[in-house]
């Protein structure tokens, strides 16, 4: 695999947590010396490489470290130790109660999002009528996005990922999001979007279907490491045994 292949580099990553164990604050501040850090290592010595072009699906029980490792992907997380890479590329997550600030409007919220994916103003405003026609929110796109449902939410988030294009989208459980009208919708956007032969797909998935479907290989975490890395219906069927 050359360089110009090669998407998505990790190399050894790393990543821990340190969780506080619950104190009241005022016995927190006599005792802050004595309050034990608890270490907790989401990713250990993950390495792994994504080809351009390539659709890599991810699985693993809850607490596995997949999301973690996206959100490392995607520049939210620093990791601990170890690198990655992305060869130049332009990057998006698209995740459930991620990037949005809920005091703003959806409309301002496309604006935010669209300049933190590197888009310039210009740009997202020329994308921002597609967006919110996707999105199909009407007069909510002017309203504050903490009034939002769940559902809602997701339908924003996805339509902004799905219409500013980025090289390489992560995409972690919300394909089944929203009605039934916006998930038939939504899954044939994400198909057009993937089937684009310069585009590199990252998906975590609970949904051995839309795996199967969408996927050219999977990553198999557990316990923050990989267990396995290979074809889709190989590696789905070894989980799904373990699972079982």
């Not at 994308?127 to 997701?154: C, N, Q």
């Not at 609970?206 to 316990?223: A, F, G, I």
Request: contains cysteine; neutral net charge.
């Amino acid at each position: 695999m050359t360089n110009q292949e090669i998407a998505i580099d990790v190399e050894d990553l790393r990543i821990s947590y340190r969780c506080l164990k619950a104190y009241s604050i005022k016995k927190s501040l006599f005792q802050l010396k004595k309050s034990k850090v608890e270490i907790y290592e989401a990713v250990r010595g993950v390495s792994f490489q994504v080809q351009k072009g390539e659709i890599l699906g991810m699985v693993g029980k809850n607490g596995s470290g997949k999301s973690t490792m996206l959100r490392a992907i995607a520049g939210i997380f620093s990791p601990d130790s170890g690198r990655i890479d992305l060869h130049g590329n332009s990057v998006s997550l698209l995740a459930i109660g991620v990037g949005f600030q809920k005091r703003l409007s959806g409309r301002e919220n496309i604006l935010l999002s669209g300049m933190l994916l590197g888009f310039t103003e210009e740009q997202v405003r020329e994308r921002m009528d597609e967006i919110i026609e996707f999105a199909g929110l009407g007069k909510f796109i002017d309203m504050p996005v903490k009034t939002y449902s769940s559902g809602m939410h997701s339908k924003l988030a996805f339509s902004i990922t799905a219409i500013l294009e980025s090289d390489i989208m992560l995409i972690d459980e919300v394909l089944s999001v929203g009605d039934t009208r916006f998930k038939r919708k939504s899954y044939r956007k994400m198909k057009q979007l993937i089937s684009d032969k310069d585009r590199t797909v990252v998906v975590v998935s609970h949904n051995s279907e839309t795996l199967r479907k969408l996927c050219t290989r999977l990553l198999w975490l557990h316990d923050g490491e990989i267990k396995m890395l290979g074809e889709t219906d190989e590696v789905l069927e070894a989980y799904e045994e373990f699972m079982s």
